[in-house]
């Protein structure tokens, strides 16, 4: 039983992580935020009746309920940081577009002789 737990804990894993990277929705952020409640409730029923810690555990096939809390934290903390480093990322991304866009302008500005205008065509002059 306990090999059954850790394939759909190491599934779970890969699964999040692998949803991260590939949405950023308002429904996903939404999702998250869902399962983030649940999770913090879940917590706070096992702190007030620590033998349903010990049930869930046993029924899932891991020994202790201290230990199935601690298997589903390693997994909140590792969406957690996968969801700040996406957020990071995107900020950066974000940044940088933003100082070129600025640095092009001031350019412009500073030197309008030297920005690159369209190619007039050539005067043909008739005889």
């Known amino acids: 039983m306990t090999v059954i737990i850790q394939i759909i804990l190491i599934v779970a894993i890969v699964v999040a992580m692998g949803y991260l990277l590939t949405r950023r929705s308002a429904r996903t952020r939404a999702l998250?935020?869902?399962?983030?409640?649940?999770?913090?409730?879940?917590?706070?029923?096992?702190?007030?009746?620590?033998?349903?810690?010990?049930?869930?555990?046993?029924?899932?096939?891991?020994?202790?309920?201290?230990?199935?809390?601690?298997?589903?934290?390693?997994?909140?903390?590792?969406?957690?940081?996968?969801?700040?480093?996406?957020?990071?990322?995107?900020?950066?991304?974000?940044?940088a577009k933003a100082i070129r866009a600025i640095v092009l302008l001031r350019a412009q500005i500073e030197r309008p002789e030297d920005a690159i205008l369209p190619p007039t065509p050539p005067n043909h002059e008739e005889q």
């Open 32 to 95: 998250w935020t869902l399962l983030g409640i649940i999770f913090t409730i879940f917590a706070v029923v096992v702190v007030l009746f620590p033998d349903i810690a010990n049930a869930l555990a046993h029924l899932v096939g891991i020994g202790r309920g201290a230990d199935l809390l601690l298997y589903c934290l390693v997994i909140v903390v590792l969406v957690a940081l996968i969801r700040i480093n996406l957020s990071r990322q995107e900020d950066q991304r974000r940044f």
